[in-house]
């Protein structure tokens, strides 16, 4: 077994055969944080074992994930969970609901051990050597999403990797960056392609179409592989989970807005993203459960920033600024 926490990108499929993605580090002794991801459809383009999903998300946004709670509190109540160490209501799955779960290294080892049984995980295994090999990294890199759960289509599915650790996934994020400027055997997206999702982030996010244009270039953890897009997430290793559920308590305030410079960016390639601040009155750090602003913002910079202001008491008291989380749709952090 590669896991022993569980961890962010990890999946699980329920005994009702809905299939869950495990969300940030922080979960109950009896369960998981999770977000519904596919759920059984006649009509699914995703299939196992005879059984096709479709996806409840059409795209990762606090809003989408609010939205299949109105599915589970109407069909599923056991996902709803009314968290004590988070004070809100969540969604999750009690280990009591588990059928199978599904850790992104030991699928990847799977492959790697039997070989690929369609197109798209050979893809996987070359692409995974290649990226190895560059980075100098062994035994880091797992894959998450369909792969894992063993409902890809090789026609239209995507891979998506998740890279174990600090050390290397800085590595992976340096040896991409190569690879992405030789273009030999990694491809960056194209002008055109940018363009195209800074205008579709302009309708979802209350961002600007310059301040998208300036996270759409820093974004690194995307590309294409034998004309396959691809992208790839850090993850936590057990030693780099330090907080365990119950040593502290979250207590939301009020929404907030402020400026201040960035201190520390060291968590920010991770979901959450955190970052350091100063000079921001009580807040020491801004965090963010939206993907698009993770691995942004450098040492130095000066943001803007708003979310909800929470009050945390326990092993670590402070307070921090939370942006991409339930009841702050319209958060933000951007260059000032």
């Not at 492959?111 to 290649?130: C, F, P």
């Given at each position: 077994?590669?896991?022993?926490?569980?961890?962010?990108?990890?999946?699980?499929?329920?005994?009702?055969?809905?299939?869950?993605?495990?969300?940030?580090?922080?979960?109950?002794?009896?369960?998981?944080?999770?977000?519904?991801?596919?759920?059984?459809?006649?009509?699914?383009?995703?299939?196992?074992?005879?059984?096709?999903?479709?996806?409840?998300?059409?795209?990762?946004?606090?809003?989408?994930?609010?939205?299949?709670?109105?599915?589970?509190?109407?069909?599923?109540?056991?996902?709803?969970?009314?968290?004590?160490?988070?004070?809100?209501?969540?969604?999750?799955?009690?280990?009591?609901?588990?059928?199978?779960?599904?850790?992104?290294?030991?699928?990847?080892?799977?492959?790697?051990?039997?070989g690929?049984?369609?197109?798209?995980?050979?893809?996987?295994?070359?692409?995974?050597?290649?990226i190895?090999?560059?980075?100098?990294?062994?035994?880091?890199?797992?894959?998450?999403?369909?792969?894992?759960?063993?409902?890809?289509?090789?026609?239209?599915?995507?891979?998506?990797?998740t890279?174990?650790g600090?050390?290397?996934?800085?590595?992976?994020?340096?040896?991409?960056?190569?690879?992405?400027?030789?273009?030999?055997?990694?491809?960056?997206?194209?002008?055109?392609?940018?363009?195209?999702?800074?205008?579709?982030?302009?309708?979802?996010?209350?961002?600007?179409?310059?301040?998208?244009?300036?996270?759409?270039?820093?974004?690194w953890?995307y590309?294409?592989?034998?004309?396959?897009?691809?992208?790839?997430?850090?993850?936590?290793?057990?030693?780099?989970?330090?907080?365990?559920?119950?040593?502290?308590?979250?207590?939301?305030?009020?929404?907030?807005?402020?400026?201040?410079?960035?201190?520390?960016?060291?968590?920010?390639?991770?979901?959450?993203?955190?970052?350091?601040?100063?000079?921001?009155?009580?807040?020491?750090?801004?965090?963010?459960?939206?993907?698009?602003?993770?691995?942004?913002?450098?040492?130095?910079?000066?943001?803007?920033?708003?979310?909800?202001?929470?009050?945390?008491?326990?092993?670590?008291?402070?307070?921090?600024?939370?942006?991409?989380?339930?009841?702050?749709?319209?958060?933000?952090?951007k260059?000032?």
């Amino acid at each position: 077994m590669y896991a022993v926490k569980p961890k962010d990108r990890d999946f699980i499929q329920t005994v009702d055969d809905h299939l869950f993605c495990v969300v940030g580090y922080l979960h109950p002794p009896d369960g998981y944080t999770a977000y519904l991801k596919y759920v059984p459809s006649p009509d699914g383009k995703w299939e196992k074992d005879g059984q096709r999903y479709s996806r409840t998300l059409p795209f990762y946004h606090v809003s989408q994930v609010e939205n299949t709670y109105r599915y589970l509190k109407e069909k599923y109540p056991q996902y709803l969970f009314d968290c004590p160490v988070r004070n809100i209501t969540i969604s999750w799955v009690p280990k009591s609901h588990v059928k199978q779960y599904h850790y992104p290294r030991e699928k990847l080892r799977e492959i790697m051990s039997r070989g690929a049984n369609d197109s798209l995980e050979r893809k996987l295994l070359d692409l995974s050597t290649v990226i190895e090999e560059k980075a100098g990294i062994k035994n880091s890199l797992g894959v998450t999403g369909s792969i894992l759960t063993g409902t890809h289509n090789p026609s239209f599915s995507d891979i998506d990797l998740t890279v174990h650790g600090y050390d290397a996934s800085r590595k992976l994020i340096e040896a991409l960056r190569d690879l992405k400027e030789e273009a030999a055997l990694v491809k960056p997206v194209t002008p055109e392609e940018k363009e195209g999702w800074v205008r579709n982030r302009a309708e979802r996010f209350p961002l600007s179409i310059d301040d998208l244009r300036k996270i759409a270039e820093k974004r690194w953890n995307y590309g294409y592989f034998e004309g396959t897009y691809f992208s790839v997430h850090p993850t936590r290793t057990d030693e780099e989970i330090t907080e365990d559920y119950g040593d502290n308590t979250y207590h939301r305030k009020k929404i907030v807005e402020g400026t201040a410079p960035v201190s520390d960016n060291g968590d920010s390639i991770y979901l959450p993203a955190v970052y350091g601040v100063e000079d921001s009155d009580e807040v020491s750090e801004v965090v963010s459960f939206e993907g698009l602003y993770g691995s942004l913002f450098e040492v130095g910079d000066r943001v803007r920033f708003k979310g909800v202001l929470e009050e945390i008491r326990g092993k670590d008291p402070r307070h921090r600024v939370l942006v991409g989380g339930a009841g702050s749709p319209d958060g933000y952090i951007k260059w000032v």
